[in-house]
């Protein structure tokens, strides 16, 4: 999603966007997505001298693994983003919130990129039955163990000290 600078400099009022952007490069960096569609991005960009602002709602569905099961989960998400760019060379440095623009183009593309990644949950659980009962409950060494109510079992070393915790009950 690039602006040519000349066009926003020259806007009497702010600039309107609505796009489709393909950010399906997510797919191979070290994360959780698994797969994700062109996202919706909309919103405006506001020039205010040499500071150009950026308000905008991306929206999308991405593919992530179930924490439970790792079958694959479809998870909606929708937010708004603010990013603000400055044309001056003689802004704050190391003022992380403003970002420099280099050339006379300037692309939205890496900034909503960086934004979808802060919106990935730590996890998400599938709903499917189908995808539950398929999932695994034993292996070597483990087994998945269900809050269902079980049997109080003692231990055969302590259970001449459950006869005491039975004469107590009576």
């Known amino acids: 999603m690039k602006f040519a600078l000349q066009k926003l400099q020259t806007a009497d009022e702010p600039l309107r966007f609505?796009?489709?952007v393909d950010i399906s490069?997510?797919?191979t960096m070290p994360n959780d997505i698994r797969s994700i569609p062109p996202v919706k991005v909309k919103?405006?960009?506001?020039?205010d001298g040499d500071e150009i602002t950026f308000?905008?709602?991306v929206s999308g569905t991405m593919t992530l693994p179930c924490a439970r099961t790792l079958a694959d989960v479809e998870y909606p998400f929708s937010?708004?983003?603010v990013e603000m760019f400055s044309l001056s060379p003689y802004h704050k440095e190391g003022d992380e919130e403003i970002h420099e623009i280099d050339g006379e183009v300037l692309d939205l593309t890496p900034y909503i990129k960086e934004n979808v990644i802060l919106e990935v949950p730590l996890q998400?659980?599938?709903d499917d039955e189908e995808v539950l009962d398929k999932a695994l409950t034993e292996g070597q060494g483990w087994q998945l163990?269900?809050?269902q109510k079980q049997e109080d079992k003692v231990d055969p070393r302590l259970a001449e000290l459950q006869k005491f915790l039975d004469e107590d009950k009576e």
């Open 18 to 20: 609505e796009e489709e």
């Open 124 to 126: 998400v659980f599938s």
């Open 145 to 147: 163990i269900t809050e």
């Open 79 to 81: 937010f708004d983003a």
């Open 55 to 57: 308000r905008f709602n």
């Open 25 to 27: 490069e997510l797919e």
């Open 43 to 47: 919103g405006e960009a506001t020039v």
